[in-house]
């Protein structure tokens, strides 16, 4: 019987050969990469042609994955499916057209927002959010159509609320845990929880520190507690696992995610002046080795293996073979 | 003693020969020329490259002007100056650094929004208007610094009110007309008026049809009438023209004005499927010759010389010497 698959739903690595070693010795299956944040079209292109030459070095290792197939067809041969993904909508600029170019290159996940307001709905960190705008309804029916999921991790509470109702196809928060356990700015109310999981949308639960209860100092025990929670108040069927992992990115890289091009200003988003850099991950999660300890931990919360199962990927496979392909 | 200037603030021309002899034969002393709808930075710098030829073939009729001294020049040699303006806030994309450079390539005026949504504010066809973005803040305060003037002619009321407010110099409304005299969804309300004059920004009357009262059977007693009652509301001093003319452009023009790239359903605007194209002109307002009869009209309704003067060309000829250099 093939094992279950372990897929990460959300990591943006300072990527080198010791990662990739790591995500084989960790037997990780899938891993959903972000390859942009605040780049153009043409920006993004050149992060896929980086992506084009790491497929080819580490064939050995790494498969670009556009299916659910492809994420099984890695499973067989002992690869980790690659999933290109974007937290920002700035790739599509102001272009429908670009919704299904972008598809074509392989991408599978889209934010609508990062942090501030777009052009298709308002991001966590705007003081009011008007939901979704009049391109941002033309963009949800196109991605809907050619099988761009809808990602919400970064966008604020009205918007990601009309985006559930408005995708005809379930949508994401790939990565970002509930604000019940940790009030984040990023994290989400049980509201959004509920609605999203109802359409058969998916959560990451998130291992980036700013997301977690105690920060750098959150217990595993904790972490997989917020888990059990969340599955008696939305079910485990729609849950998984998004780690949010930034390994080895200096800090120059959050100072990027956080102010693009868009403020003189210094923001320092979840952090803060004086904490201004990544944070440090908990020991119980440093890399792609130790997926194997959240699993232990789920069924130590209680969790039985079909559901931890789930948790650790087969969701996430579920979701990829439903949202990935065209509507009819 | 030199003549009073006339001064128009928006016009989007198909240019040609004809028209920029009409300017000379209407006399018409500066044109505010639109140079982007939907363009990127790179369109736009094209566009920019496209006058510079103009420039160059038509010097004995055209100057670049970037200041009111380039104006003054102008008038003095028998020219038209030419003002730089975008009406969308898309040529500086994500980057604040643009704001700079579009002041150096001689852009004066930048519209905030173009009827959407965008990374600054509301546009007036959203359902709903959440006022400036985090973006939207840096860039006013960057457009200050720089001295390009923020123009809120098709952004929605609240969006509006919040620049006029937190500007720390007066805005201008280029193009629109009072909403108390014809309620388009572009027509400016009392409150707008009233703010926008208060803190010395301009507002240019549109003579574009569905800004009119009767559309094209627009009477110019009637514009010359409300113009009055505008002036009796907010006084004369911040009133001038921003006539929207679209000359000669076919109707291909305002289907990429009002559908750019964001949407595969199309977008009428203020128009209808019955009525896509452009409407045609009241009798009285063709083209570039016609200033004069609206200078009639406004001292038939009872302006004094002075105050025809203002509003024919003088006011705005103030705002550009106020308003086109950097902030000290």
Redesign the interface.
């Known amino acids: 019987m093939t094992p279950a698959p372990i897929i990460d739903a959300l990591q943006y690595c300072n990527w080198s050969p010791e990662i990739f070693r790591q995500m084989r010795e960790g037997g990780v299956t899938a891993v959903h990469v972000t390859i942009c944040y ?1 780049e ?1 079209f043409r920006e993004t292109v050149a992060n896929i042609a980086a992506w084009n030459r790491r497929f080819e070095e580490h064939r050995d290792k790494l498969l670009h994955a556009r299916s659910g197939a492809d994420v099984r067809q890695a499973q067989a041969e002992g690869r980790t499916a690659i999933i290109f993904g974007l937290q920002n909508c ?1 790739p599509i ?5 670009l919704v299904e170019i972008c598809h074509q290159l392989g991408i599978r996940f889209m934010q609508l927002t990062y942090n ?4 298709l709905a ?1 991001g966590c ?7 979704i ?4 309804r ?1 963009v949800i ?2 991605m809907n159509r050619v099988g761009l999921v809808i990602d919400m991790s970064h966008s604020g509470e009205r918007s990601t609320l009309e985006a559930i109702d408005s995708s005809a196809r379930p949508i994401a928060v790939t990565h970002a845990n509930p604000s019940f356990w940790h009030p984040g700015r990023r994290n989400k109310s049980n509201a959004v929880l509920k609605a999203l999981t109802a359409r058969h949308g998916m959560l990451g639960f998130s291992l980036y520190p700013h997301h977690l209860k105690d920060g750098s100092h959150c217990r595993m025990e904790d972490f997989c507690a917020m888990v059990a929670r969340t599955a008696e108040m939305v079910g485990a069927d729609h849950l998984g696992i998004g780690s949010d992992l930034c390994q080895n990115q200096p800090d120059s890289v959050v100072t990027w995610m956080r102010n ?6 210094p923001d320092f988003g979840e952090g803060s002046a004086a904490a201004a850099g990544f944070p440090a991950q908990p020991p119980w999660f440093r890399d792609n080795r130790d997926f194997h300890k959240i699993a232990e931990g789920l069924r130590a919360v209680g969790f039985s293996g079909t559901e931890v199962d789930g948790i650790m990927g087969a969701n996430w496979l579920r979701f990829f073979d439903d949202s990935f392909v065209p509507s009819h």
Chains 1, 2 share one sequence.
């Open positions: 605040h153009t700035s600029e102001d272009d429908i057209g501030n307001q777009s052009l308002s960190y705007e003081s009011e959010d008007s939901g705008t009049r391109m941002g033309e029916r196109e693009g091009r868009w403020t003189r200003t």
